[in-house]
């Protein structure tokens, strides 16, 4: 797997990222260091979740774990690019590290709207919590124009599809699947990760919002997942 830096990634910085051999031990990393620095409960606002619940956590960790996790070969989206059971399988496996300390600071740190200690374990197994870096941090927009494609990382076929994107958006018929290769490519720096946790309707039944089906397929393909412009209305 080919996995390659451009010149905007400092050496410093691609010595770090090529540190760690497996996803196992930045996730212990993260565990180790994490500070849980927002917990809230939120109800879906259209569709099929729309008046459902879901629990949603902010983790605060320093830049370099949080560099692994999402810049790394090895980390989170490089797990997804050798397969989409294989990025599951990560989050899934970060969230069980995870899971008791997110439920020890819902159990003490109350919120309205709320949810019981089962609807917030129901909500947040592994096979349904996702993890992802907090988004309003990445300040990725997109390019004015083709030629200003910025790129911190030369992954196929998230490079390709990020240029054919650029060079001709309109070509697409669903283009906001394929503008996530724009956000793909960059290496993006932060402190936060955010977990969210499932859907639940008021039978306690977990809905997933019909955009985010797709979701390990979006983070293979593209390199991304709900790439959302600064600029968009």
Request: charged share 35%.
């Amino acid at each position: 797997m080919v996995w390659l830096y451009t010149e905007r990634v400092s050496t410093e910085r691609q010595a770090l990222l090529g540190s760690v051999q497996d996803f196992c031990s930045i996730a212990k990393r993260i565990y180790k260091e994490m500070e849980i620095t927002c917990f809230r409960v939120i109800l879906g606002r259209e569709g099929d979740v729309k008046d459902c619940r879901r629990p949603e956590f902010a983790l605060r960790v320093d830049k370099d774990p949080f560099d692994l996790f999402f810049n790394s070969p090895h980390g989170y989206r490089g797990q997804y690019r050798k397969g989409e059971d294989q990025g599951d399988k990560a989050n899934a496996d970060l969230i069980s590290l995870v899971l008791k300390k997110l439920l020890h600071h819902a159990e003490d740190n109350p919120t309205e709207p709320s949810m019981s200690p089962e609807e917030l374990g129901r909500s947040l197994e592994p096979e349904h919590a996702k993890i992802w870096i907090k988004e309003q941090e990445d300040k990725i927009q997109l390019p004015e124009a083709p030629g200003k494609l910025i790129v911190d990382l030369e992954v196929e076929p998230w490079l390709g599809t990020a240029k054919q994107y650029v060079a001709t958006p309109d070509n697409y018929p669903d283009p906001n699947r394929e503008r996530n290769a724009v956000a793909g490519v960059r290496a993006p720096e932060g402190t936060v990760l955010e977990v969210k946790g499932a859907f639940l309707d008021d039978d306690g039944q977990v809905k997933v919002a019909a955009s985010k089906t797709n979701r390990g397929e979006q983070i293979r393909l593209y390199g991304y997942t709900g790439f959302k412009p600064r600029d968009d209305k």
